[in-house]
T-cell receptor, first 115, second 113 residues
Framework: ETGVTQTPRHLVMGMTNKKSLKCEQH?????MYWYKQSAKKPLELMFV???????ENNSVPSRFSPECPNSSHLFLHLHTLQPEDSALYLC??????????????FGEGSRLTVL | GEDVEQSLFLSVREGDSSVINCTYT??????LYWYKQEPGAGLQLLTY?????DMKQDQRLTVLLNKKDKHLSLRIADTQTGDSAIYFC?????????????FGTGTKLQVIP
């Protein structure tokens, strides 16, 4: 139990569906992240929210839409996805302060399959 | 942009030492990390080293940092079957008010009984 909970753990969707991934952190952190994990590729940072403001969007296609309603919740809205978007989507949180080590606390991930 | 490279796979026998290597490109890295991912789980921080250090030891784990060559290694002594996992090398730098962490591909460690 890392204090970061992701739902659903598994999701299968067609290319025309709309679905959302949810992440909740119980650690009192002020930053939340979405990462994409694909086989044989580096873990890819998608979005960062710092104090609920989006501070990073790493050239992610618009079919992925993040939402951070408060510092404890993060969503990733999915629509019109492609089969190559199938991957493990990891949510993480951290406490951002200059003297901190920058340790990220990860959820267990949402395994997405796009048919 | 920043880049972190590591091999994809390592196989060792139980009781031997494992050494996982990593290279990175960002010379302004403040911290370097090793994260562990067990099957069906997210990543968990295993250990980290501050960029002005060259070695850190923590029980069976030894981290070596060669800042000149931008090379980081993780040595696991007396490797056990429970050490089988994917090990991610990562580096961070301060960016836009947060610590931007860049990860490698992960090295899958297989421990043979």
């Amino acid at each position: 139990e890392t204090g970061v909970t992701q739902t659903p753990r598994h999701l299968v969707m067609g290319m025309t569906n709309k679905k959302s991934l949810k992440c909740e952190q119980h650690l009192g952190h002020n930053a939340m992240y979405w990462y994409k994990q694909s086989a044989k590729k580096p873990l890819e940072l998608m979005f960062v929210y710092n104090f609920k403001e989006q501070t990073e969007n790493n050239s992610v296609p618009s079919r992925f839409s993040p939402e951070c309603p408060n510092s404890s919740h993060l969503f990733l809205h999915l629509h019109t996805l492609q089969p190559e978007d199938s991957a493990l989507y990891l949510c993480a949180s951290s406490q951002v302060e200059r003297e901190r080590t920058g340790e990220l606390f990860f959820g267990e991930g949402s395994r997405l399959t796009v048919l | 942009g920043e880049d972190v490279e590591q091999s994809l796979f390592l196989s060792v026998r139980e009781g031997d030492s494992s050494v996982i290597n990593c290279t990175y490109t960002d010379s302004s890295s403040t911290y370097l990390y090793w994260y562990k991912q067990e099957p069906g789980a997210g990543l968990q921080l295993l250990t980290y080293i501050f960029s002005n250090m060259d070695m850190k030891q923590d029980q069976r784990l030894t981290v070596l940092l060669n800042k000149k060559d931008k090379h980081l290694s993780l040595r696991i002594a007396d490797t056990q079957t429970g050490d089988s996992a994917i090990y991610f090398c990562a580096e961070s730098s301060h960016s836009g008010g947060y610590q931007k962490v860049t990860f490698g591909t992960g090295t899958k460690l297989q421990v043979i009984p």
